[in-house]
């Protein structure tokens, strides 16, 4: 409660940052004027922790649990932070992929409180003025989207800013960043989604989307308000569509603190799992072939991010990319092609077109990476396919949410007899192949980006690289443990997200110091000093 000042009476009990309910002692009942207003009995956290588990678990839906948990972090945002980090495994997938799928697509439907900040086209020109109701100065993350590609589901519109509440949500409780430094956006420039226009409930821009030089300058405005009133916040593009995602990282990398996490977080998240591949597969990293099904913001992100590592270890721009291989619903990317855009032009070849099955039967690639938003796409054919070419090839069906996996890790076991390793981007159940035990390993953003965003913050750094991603997973590679691979997982149990967090966030602000973009000096201790910094959701 150091971070504010003393509160009384009511106030004291809804505010969710100063609330502690019935675990405020008999003197602090007294001293902020709570006789009366509290049950007779001074409790805990851990025993109000307990009666939050007990009436979470009796709800019957993901989605009321989701709505349960909203409340709660409405109300009690120490109680609700502790739950999730106690409880990661079961609780992250409430409160973010793939409950917050179906959470977005009925959000105005079961919107209680206003979290965050809105922009319309008619807030142009007022933008910085507006910034100054936003009661948090210290602001030093902020997530933001247009709603235009919200997971596998497309235009949701401003039901979208379940997003970045969510990606908040996991920066504090997966990095400890401080809840008061976050700030979710929702650029709400309409939507071309019919059924969110004809309902009466939707809260959003009742118009068709902005598209155009008018969309792209209020972007700006947007980011250039942000410069001046938080000069130290990263900016987190979230769910763009793919050109305007690319467009937009484009023009600001280099100008200002940002990344794309589609782009940028799902490379680095990829690439660690690939480097944890080449233990269990026995094939060392710069001999890899890999295979992209999928050539959109996401799977071209991942290859960027990719030729930068093989070109680590020594190979040419072009033998990096001749490593790389895409396919999109039109078959292989090849010159002879004329429907690419610009993005897919360094991954087209010189070879002849192919289908999808043909393609792994010809290039015989060591990886398969599916970022398609189709579900079933890694049909049995294909899994054999990889297996035929592989002895233990590795499947990463990244689409969120579960429904959208390109393929589910029972299916991955079952058609590949227990030889693939298996990622994917939402949480699927361990499964039992013939009498063993297999762990499907969670290829999740939140292994990484709240780690990054943590090291920026303590660097003072006024740039992400694509080394900072880099390093960031061969971080998380590290953290995989032989038990994991043995399980057939390719990162490490969700429990250990705060430590790999840690990890990540070490190595990226030493990389920001390495390259000359920290500002803050570096600490004799730099693991305990960023450690001292990260929030801790106790009372």
Request: aromatic share 10%.
């Amino acid at each position: 409660m150091a971070d504010f000042k003393p509160l009384k009476g009511y106030r004291a009990l809804y505010h969710p940052a100063f609330n502690k309910s019935t675990a405020f002692t008999r003197e602090e009942r007294e001293e902020y004027g709570l006789k009366g207003l509290l049950p007779y009995k001074v409790g805990n956290q851990e025993n109000q922790l307990e009666r939050v588990l007990e009436n979470l678990r009796r709800k019957a839906s993901d989605i009321e649990k989701f709505i349960f948990l909203a409340s709660l972090h409405e109300r009690n945002e120490r109680l609700f932070y502790r739950t999730v980090c106690q409880n990661i495994e079961e609780i992250m997938p409430l409160i973010y992929t793939p409950t917050v799928g179906q959470a977005c697509k009925e959000f105005a439907h079961i919107f209680r409180r206003p979290k965050g900040f809105y922009i319309t086209p008619e807030d142009k020109g007022q933008i910085r003025e507006m910034l100054d109701n936003w009661p948090r100065p210290d602001t030093r993350v902020i997530v933001i989207t247009d709603g235009q590609r919200i997971l596998g589901l497309g235009d949701l519109g401003a039901n979208g800013m379940g997003i970045p509440i969510g990606k908040l949500q996991l920066y504090v409780a997966c990095a400890g960043i401080v809840p008061r430094q976050c700030l979710p956006v929702m650029l709400d420039v309409g939507t071309n989604n019919e059924e969110l226009l004809n309902d009466p409930l939707y809260l959003g821009y009742p118009h068709k989307r902005l598209e155009g030089e008018a969309y792209y300058e209020l972007v700006d405005e947007f980011v250039q308000a942000v410069q001046d009133k938080y000069p130290k916040a990263l900016i987190q593009f979230e769910d763009f569509l793919t050109p305007n995602a690319y467009g937009l990282l484009s023009k600001y990398k280099d100008e200002i603190l940002c990344f794309n996490d589609d782009i940028q977080g799902t490379a680095s998240v990829s690439l660690a799992g690939v480097y944890a591949a080449t233990r269990g597969m026995n094939v060392p990293f710069k001999d890899l072939r890999i295979m992209f099904l999928g050539a959109g913001s996401a799977a071209t992100g991942i290859g960027d991010l990719m030729v930068t590592a093989f070109e680590a270890e020594g190979l040419t721009n072009e033998e990096a990319r001749q490593r790389l291989n895409f396919v999109d619903i039109n078959g292989l990317l090849v010159k002879s092609r004329t429907d690419l855009m610009s993005h897919n032009l360094p991954y087209a070849h010189d070879r002849e077109q192919l289908e999808f099955v043909d393609a792994i039967r010809e290039i015989k690639p060591h990886i398969l990476i599916g970022a398609t938003g189709a579900p079933g796409t890694f049909s049995q054919d294909v899994v054999e396919a990889m297996c035929a070419v592989n002895d233990r090839p590795a499947i990463f069906a990244l689409s969120n949410p579960t429904s959208r996996a390109e393929c589910t890790a029972e299916q991955a076991y079952r058609w590949s007899h227990g030889q693939a390793f298996f990622s994917s981007g939402s949480p699927f159940k361990p499964v039992d192949y013939a009498g063993k035990i297999m762990r499907p390993g969670q290829g999740n953003n939140a292994y990484i980006f709240p780690g990054v965003g943590l090291g920026v913050i303590a660097s003072g750094a006024t740039r992400i690289t694509d080394d900072m991603f880099l390093v960031a997973a061969k971080t998380l590679a590290e953290m995989v443990s032989d038990e994991d691979l043995a399980a057939g997982a390719l990162y490490p149990a969700l429990t250990d997200i705060r430590s790999v967090s840690l990890a990540i966030a070490v190595k990226v602000a030493e990389e920001a110091h390495r390259s000359g973009h920290a500002t803050e000096d570096m600490p004799d201790d730099l693991e305990a000093a960023i450690s001292a910094t990260m929030y801790k959701p106790v009372y």
